[in-house]
């Protein structure tokens, strides 16, 4: 198994070394690939010495699997050479999401549709994933009809930049501004680039990703807004049902689901927070309550680390299914 990882030095790039190694995921050979300005550099993974190469040399390594988080550009360019070349690829970035002929991939929710001749997988949005992890037992059970979300997402989905200008901000020093505005003690309601539609490009991610992924007839609406936190991102999500519910089996679906961890005791202070996400795998659930304003209608927040599930681990879990299941090949 020779792995390689395309932007391994960005923060996904980090995440997804560090997932690898905690999950003890299986390669004989390591490839790390970055810009120009890292490639000669080394990096130590797991006590061992790397020297980080250049795309260009990638070719000739050839690798079984690679792990692309270098952003659309390098995807849209590299990603079909190498599968041309027998590499499987699972694609971080946008790049090929909302593409029909790439499976846009969340392994707890829809991982039994890969076969051996997907040979570029995508990644779906941070946000996506946590929302549709808990989404997908409840849509089984009930059959939502529609969604309405509201997203609170840290600057670290928009990479180690966004990352600085909020520390900058907090510490009062004039530095790169990612955002048209602060972002320390502020609130942006606004995520990517706004389309014509009014919604910006993160918000039409949601509905078209978990159109894509889930089910075309969910009428979904979504509201994303970048807040001053360290990491990860949160969803206030309201859905409504084909039929019914008791809020006792909402919670025994949610508890018995995959990759979730239901935190929801409102009496001793209970529920999802990002301070409690950051470094986990996992996506929290919790404030699960009935919308009284609307038959069969149900109140959850969900809270996730978005470097991980929402990037890294997906991606790593997306690599070990198809080892699991023998159709890396």
Not at 69 to 86: H, R, T, V, Y
Not at 154 to 160: D, M, N, V
Not at 191 to 198: A, P, S
Request: aromatic share 6%; with cysteine; glycine share 6%.
């Amino acid at each position: 198994m020779r792995l390689a990882i395309i932007g391994s030095t960005g923060l996904v790039g980090r995440q997804i070394i560090e997932v690898l190694i905690e999950r003890k995921f299986n390669f004989s050979e390591l490839i790390l690939v970055a810009s120009k300005k890292s490639v000669g550099n080394t990096l130590i993974v797991a006590d061992k010495s790397y020297k980080i190469c250049s795309i260009d040399s990638l070719l000739e390594k050839k690798p079984d699997l690679a792990l692309f988080s270098a952003g659309s550009n390098i995807s849209l360019k590299w990603a079909p050479i190498l599968a041309k070349l027998g590499c499987k690829v699972i694609d971080n970035s946008s790049c090929w999401r909302m593409d029909d002929r790439y499976k846009l991939i969340i392994p707890e929710v829809n991982g039994s549709e890969l076969t051996k001749k997907d040979m570029i997988i995508s990644n779906p949005n941070c946000s996506t994933i946590q929302l549709l992890v808990v989404l997908f037992p409840l849509h089984k059970k009930y059959n939502i009809e529609r969604a309405v979300v509201s997203t609170y997402q840290s600057p670290s989905g928009s990479g180690e930049k966004a990352i600085n200008q909020l520390f900058n901000e907090e510490q009062g020093v004039v530095g790169e501004m990612v955002y048209p505005h602060p972002i320390y003690r502020n609130a942006l309601p606004h995520i990517d680039v706004f389309q014509e539609n009014g919604y910006t490009k993160e918000e039409m991610k949601i509905v078209n990703e978990t159109h894509k992924i889930l089910d075309k007839k969910i009428n979904v609406t979504a509201t994303a807004v970048r807040v001053p936190i360290d990491g990860g991102h949160c969803e206030s999500v309201n859905l409504t049902f084909s039929s019914d519910f008791e809020i006792d089996n909402i919670l025994t679906e949610l508890s018995n689901s995959p990759g979730i961890v239901v935190k929801d005791n409102v009496e001793k202070n209970v529920y999802p927070m990002p301070i409690y996400s950051k470094g986990s795998d996992d996506v929290f659930v919790g404030r699960i309550r009935r919308d009284f304003s609307l038959a069969n209608s149900l109140n959850l927040w969900i809270v996730s680390d978005n470097l991980r599930k929402g990037a890294a681990t997906n991606t790593v879990q997306i690599a070990e299914y198809l080892l699991e299941n023998n159709i890396l090949k």
